[in-house]
């Protein structure tokens, strides 16, 4: 069965570096989500692309946060400078909406811990 | 704005027993779709089940299904003979295309298997 691939699946950086995570959705999933989610909590929207374009980078601190998915395919969100807030799970999550409301699937996350 | 709640933080359920988890929605849309995740320890974000809006016949999936009543605005999960494998936190999400299609959750519920 087709997976949603993230990497790394732990970093772990100290404040003020930049760190970078990487995802490959399902093969023809034309949109990718990334979240981040907070031990105990529910999964926060970041950012969602359809193909190449975002939709939606409303909830993205873009003072520190960036993400990219060039040719529409793989992404990768970076963080410049992390700070210890930033310690969480990013999750990365991919749907085919050829048909509506189609399910999303997620990755394995990629857990990021800031010291 | 949609909104999804989770009014049980934490249940508990003898292995082999069936466990009901709670989840209501606030939403003035017709054509919506309702989703329960299970997050295991291992944080890994699965799809239990998920339900049309627009389709009165209650999903099952195997020892899963849900009780969807779409006027009273609820879409409660059962677990029949519940394993230890069961044990994770379940999340409730509402989809529309009003929202983008985007992931609307609920709070989340610990669920605790005892053996």
């Known amino acids: 069965e087709a997976e949603v691939a993230q990497s790394p699946r732990y970093k772990i950086t100290e404040k003020s570096q930049a760190v970078a995570f990487w995802c490959d959705p399902i093969?023809?999933?034309?949109?990718l989500y990334w979240y981040r989610q907070i031990l105990g909590q529910g999964p926060e929207l970041l950012v969602q692309?359809?193909?190449?374009?975002?939709?939606?980078d409303s909830q993205l601190p873009k003072d520190r946060f960036s993400a990219e998915r060039l040719k529409g395919v793989d992404s990768t969100l970076k963080i410049q400078p992390a700070e210890l807030g930033d310690s969480a799970m990013y999750l990365c999550?991919?749907?085919?909406?050829?048909?509506?409301?189609?399910?999303?699937?997620f990755g394995e996350g990629s857990w990021l811990t800031v010291v | 704005a949609q909104t999804v709640t989770q009014s049980q933080p934490e249940m508990s359920v003898q292995e082999a027993e069936t466990v009901t988890l709670s989840c209501t929605y606030d939403?003035?849309?017709?054509?919506?779709?309702l989703f329960w995740y299970k997050q295991p320890p291992s944080r890994q974000m699965i799809l239990v089940i998920r339900q049309e809006a627009y389709k009165q016949q209650n999903a099952t999936e195997n020892r899963f299904s849900v009780n969807f009543q779409k006027a009273a605005k609820s879409f409660s999960l059962k677990i029949s003979d519940s394993q230890l494998g069961d044990a994770a936190m379940y999340f409730c999400?509402?989809?529309?295309?009003?929202?983008?299609?985007?992931?609307?959750w609920g709070a989340g519920t610990k669920l605790i298997i005892k053996p």
């Open positions: 692309f359809q193909d190449e374009s975002v939709v939606d």
């Open positions: 939403t003035s849309e017709s054509d919506y779709y």
């Open positions: 999550a991919s749907s085919s909406d050829r048909v509506p409301g189609n399910t999303i699937y």
């Open positions: 999400a509402y989809r529309s295309p009003v929202s983008n299609y985007q992931l609307i």
């Open positions: 093969s023809g999933h034309a949109t």
